[in-house]
């Protein structure tokens, strides 16, 4: 007599799998995001954060990894709802009469939490930002740069002026005009309700990520005595340290240095 077997991506041990490899991809993201975002502190009127936006919404191989993004949010929220209701359901005594609650941490046990406040934040986020910026709901701006001495002169344009996105050199200056996401992102984080919101994210991620990314690789099997420290060290100290602290340091600067 022969069952049928239950597919491995529908099963417990698929879901995990395939929570650990999108938080992995998420987690990849979060760098490449951090790292275009620190043109945000360079003292140039936005003029780097500005072309840095342009490029990653307009070169196609990023504009495709983009997608798998967006799919890779969605995948990793709806399997963990479904994750967290079967666990639910398979132990229907709650944590504190569960003996294995002095043995988990925190963080682990309220990942569901954690997650939500991250995904109302996105949703925030994307909203502030993304879609204004791709609404053509941000003001414009145009630079000259001025290739012997670096100096950069801004000025605002009106939307009469503005057509799209370019780069010409007259003259010995480099003439830019953009969309100015950078103002928007001052405009943005001069609501002190934003900036909470953005600083409770950030330890939610903190926590998120700690937890996280260490189980994530342990679902892969990449778990060997070897390399568990270095996944350890990295998982505590650069995604649930060192990234949520420079993102939240943004809207702080904003708020109260800019």
């Not at 002169?153 to 009106?158: A, G």
């Amino acid at each position: 007599m022969s069952s049928k077997s239950k597919p491995v991506l529908s099963s417990s041990i698929g879901k995990k799998l395939i929570m650990s490899l999108t938080g992995l991809f998420l987690c990849t993201f979060l760098v490449i995001h951090l790292i275009g975002n620190l043109q945000l502190f360079k003292s140039d009127d936005g003029y780097a954060f500005n072309n840095y936006a342009y490029f990653m919404t307009h070169f196609t191989p990023i504009k495709v990894v983009s997608y798998l993004l967006y799919a890779s949010i969605i995948i990793h929220a709806v399997y963990a709802i479904v994750l967290t209701m079967n666990n639910r359901k398979a132990r229907p005594i709650g944590y504190k009469q569960y003996d294995g609650q002095s043995n988990s941490k925190w963080n682990s046990r309220n990942m569901g939490i954690l997650g939500t406040i991250i995904l109302v934040f996105l949703a925030t986020h994307l909203q502030n930002f993304w879609w204004k910026y791709h609404n053509d709901q941000v003001p414009y701006v145009e630079y000259r740069k001025d290739l012997s001495t670096g100096a950069i002169t801004t000025y605002e344009l009106q939307a009469a002026d503005f057509t799209e996105y370019s780069v010409i050199t007259d003259n010995g200056v480099e003439v830019t005009k953009a969309r100015n996401l950078y103002k928007q992102v001052d405009f943005a984080f001069q609501n002190i309700g934003l900036v909470a919101l953005y600083v409770i994210a950030m330890a939610a991620l903190a926590f998120h990520l700690i937890h996280g990314f260490g189980s994530a690789f342990q679902t892969i099997g990449f778990n060997h005595k070897k390399y568990v420290p270095i996944i350890r060290f990295l998982g505590v100290w650069i995604f649930g340290i060192i990234i949520p602290i420079a993102f939240a340091l943004m809207p702080l600067y904003f708020y109260f240095i800019k």
